[in-house]
């Protein structure tokens, strides 16, 4: 479950990942972020995003054109 949702539909790169950053901040570690984005580019961002960053990619799938992302932050 969620701590917080995100939804950055219609955005496209980077603004997704960075709205993320922005809101990966005002979490506790070990809280998790819920991101609703429609870029495609997203799925591939998010990994690299998660991996740079230090947090923990929960969950990353799609619904059609509708991808959804759960990261838990990091320490």
Excluded: N, W, Y
Aim: hydrophobic letters at 45%; aromatic letters at 6%; a negative charge.
């Amino acid at each position: 479950m969620a701590d917080r949702t995100l939804d950055t539909s219609g955005l496209m790169c980077p603004l997704p990942v960075l709205k993320a950053k922005k809101a990966m901040a005002q979490l506790a570690p070990g809280q998790v972020l819920e991101i609703i984005a429609t870029d495609p580019g997203s799925v591939a961002d998010f990994d690299v995003f998660c991996q740079v960053q230090g947090h923990r990619l929960l969950r990353s799938d799609a619904d059609g054109a509708t991808f959804r992302f759960e990261i838990e932050r990091g320490g």
